[in-house]
């Protein structure tokens, strides 16, 4: 299995950024894809965005044009920069690992979690 701890979350102002940051151990880094999650209050867990061993990136609609999910494989590291935050961004932020690097979208095919970081957006 696949070890993840996120860091970097935060409160920030609308228009503002904020870059988490999530760092892997247990497996070969570079042979997975690595994605975000995001739940907010009330609301089912939700795609945000991943990037395939490859390099492949996809992105929900909704954070399209301003978040860029990029990747470290000297580092085992996985980054989200978020820009432009809304209120509605608000939402506990979850890494997660998708060994088999399939290159979904879906929360159930991901094999690692980590412990989520808050990122609280005010308006």
């Known amino acids: 299995q696949v070890q993840l701890v996120e860091s970097g979350g935060g409160l920030v102002q609308a228009g503002g950024s904020l870059r988490l940051s999530c760092a892997a151990s247990g497996r070969t880094f570079r042979s997975y894809a690595m994605g975000w999650f995001r739940r907010s209050p009330g609301k089912e867990r939700e795609f945000v965005v991943a990037i395939r061993s490859s390099g492949s990136t996809y992105y929900a609609d909704s954070v399209k044009g301003r978040f860029t999910i990029s990747r470290d494989n000297a580092k085992n590291t996985v980054y989200l920069q978020m820009n432009s935050l809304k209120p509605e961004d608000t939402a506990v932020y979850y890494c997660?690992?998708?060994?088999?690097?399939?290159?979904?979208?879906?929360?159930?095919?991901?094999?690692?979690w980590g412990q989520g970081t808050q990122v609280t957006v005010s308006s």
């Open positions: 997660a690992a998708d060994l088999a690097d399939r290159g979904t979208t879906l929360s159930r095919w991901f094999d690692s």
